[in-house]
């Protein structure tokens, strides 16, 4: 059974940091892994992926701030978050497993697996 943990949540005030880690447990998934956001109220958006040549793609509203790694031996993906705004605030998803490579990374339909979540909260 795949599984998919996200860690490394909180709560930091405005202008902190976190980081996020994703661990898979199988590591043909971990070639292929990105991270998604739903806010309050808000529809699910995607924040950045990784994929095996260690490309990272970022939305817009986190370029220069956010900074996503992998490291392959450990399975694991990370999400350095610099710079936090209240509106970063939400639960952060880590999925893995690409239906397909190249284009529309930032489409959640692309990621097979999905983790429960991990809470962000950014206080102003």
């Known amino acids: 059974q795949v599984q998919v943990m996200e860690s490394g949540g909180g709560s930091v005030q405005a202008g902190g940091s976190l980081r996020l880690s994703c661990t898979v447990s199988d590591s043909t998934i971990s070639r292929c892994m990105a991270w998604f956001r739903q806010g309050p109220g808000k529809a699910r958006e995607a924040v950045a992926n990784i994929e095996n040549d260690n490309r990272a793609r970022y939305a817009d509203f986190v370029k220069g701030r956010f900074t996503s790694s992998k490291d392959s031996a450990k399975n694991t993906a990370n999400l350095e978050m610099n710079g936090l705004t209240p509106e970063d605030t939400a639960a952060y998803y880590c999925?893995?497993?690409?239906?397909?490579?190249?284009?529309?990374?930032?489409?959640?339909?692309?990621?097979?697996?999905w983790g429960q979540g991990t809470q962000v909260t950014v206080s102003s």
């Open positions: 999925a893995a497993g690409c239906f397909w490579y190249g284009e529309n990374w930032s489409d959640a339909a692309r990621y097979h697996y």
